[in-house]
């Protein structure tokens, strides 16, 4: 039994695990192998670092990788001052400031088809609501990434970074399919489900084919400056919003189809609660990270998922509103139900106490090493 346990560790520790930039959504990289059993990761709003920097979000932080890289010396050096003690973000001066991270936020895959961004000074981009129509998605078909005109800027950030710094780093984030349906179709691809399930199912298969598409463009991009991606995760934050029994014949496919291209493969599932879909993300193969929120049935996910990274999604609400008993024992269940896993404190919000961000580590550092 003792042995197995071990195994199991060392199958988690090669998996994926929670990473987030600064001022980016979250998303995943792979484990190095030195992940606490505990591990804690941070991450700030841009309206945090706009307090705190003065860094300027809007189009031109999204579009020019140099001025990207330039805040993000920036952001790294506050990070050090106020939080000398917490890797945030990971070890920052091993790497150059130039990236993917944080581009385009979480809308990159709704803007190849089309859907306006809105872009901000302290906050990340949001998708217009200008969705399509029925027609439109009945005579969609995947398109060719290299004409849409959110792609061709990627492609000329890429070769910008790889003549700044010779690698193209970082992971962008693809979101999930239903949250690209939902950017694109709005809140009619709930009722098409209903009452157009092959409309939906057609949708839906198109926004897989481009993801795919899209992560073999970039990641070939990137292989080619000795930069190797081996892994997709997808963001199923609205996945609240349909029956466990639609993500079971809908979009489960889709996650599959995804998984099945690379190596590693992860599901965020965000701050829900995971049990309703917990048994179908067991399914799917490999299934490297998955992660959810505190009221969730913790030891059932350990059991369906063991040889999984497993991550608790602890909101930011939280953080600010709990006494520091509630934390130590939120923490202490986390660490006893689902541990070896990570604790994702994403979201943190401009106002914020710092002493806030440095009560949680601390916490969480004490019980790991019980």
Not at 293 to 299: F, I, K, R, T
Request: with cysteine; net charge negative; hydrophobic share 40%.
């Amino acid at each position: 039994m003792r042995q197995k346990g071990i195994d199991n560790f060392m199958k988690i520790q090669q998996g994926l695990r929670s990473y987030i930039a600064p001022s980016a959504p979250a998303t995943r990289r792979p484990c190095d192998g030195t992940e606490s059993s505990l591990r804690v990761e941070f991450g700030f709003t841009p309206r945090w670092f706009r307090q705190h920097t003065s860094v300027d979000f809007s189009e031109r932080w999204h579009v020019d990788p140099l001025y990207r890289a330039e805040t993000v010396t920036r952001m790294r050096k506050t990070l050090r001052q106020r939080f000398p003690t917490i890797p945030i973000g990971g070890a920052f001066e091993e790497s150059a400031p130039g990236s993917l991270d944080g581009g385009y936020g979480a809308l990159l895959v709704a803007a190849v088809f089309g859907i306006p961004m809105t872009y901000y000074a302290d906050n990340w981009p949001a998708a217009a609501h200008d969705y399509l129509s029925k027609d439109q998605i009945k005579r969609m078909r995947a398109p060719r990434l290299e004409d849409a005109p959110v792609f061709v800027s990627l492609l000329e950030q890429m070769d910008a970074l790889e003549e700044e710094y010779g690698r193209i780093e970082g992971y962008l984030n693809w979101q999930g399919v239903l949250n690209n349906a939902y950017r694109i179709r709005g809140p009619e691809i709930l009722t098409d489900l209903l009452t157009e399930p092959e409309l939906a199912r057609h949708l839906f298969d198109i926004i897989t084919e481009t993801m795919i598409n899209g992560m073999r463009l970039v990641y070939t991009r990137q292989e080619a400056t000795g930069v190797q991606v081996r892994h997709a995760t997808v963001s199923n934050c609205l996945v609240n919003m349909v029956s466990p029994q639609q993500y079971h014949d809908f979009l489960l496919p889709c996650d599959q189809r995804i998984a099945d291209v690379y190596p590693r493969f992860g599901v965020h599932n965000c701050a829900w609660n995971v049990d309703p879909y917990i048994a179908d993300y067991a399914s799917i193969t490999p299934l490297d990270y998955v992660d959810m929120g505190l009221d969730s049935d913790l030891a059932a996910a350990r059991k369906l998922c063991p040889d999984t990274r497993r991550a608790l999604m602890y909101t930011p609400m939280a953080l600010t509103s709990k006494s520091p008993e509630a934390l130590r024992a939120d923490l202490t269940r986390v660490y006893q139900e689902l541990g070896p896993c990570d604790v994702v404190m994403p979201d943190i919000e401009a106002g914020t106490p710092d002493e806030r961000v440095l009560l949680f580590w601390e916490i969480a550092q004490e019980i790991a090493a019980q």
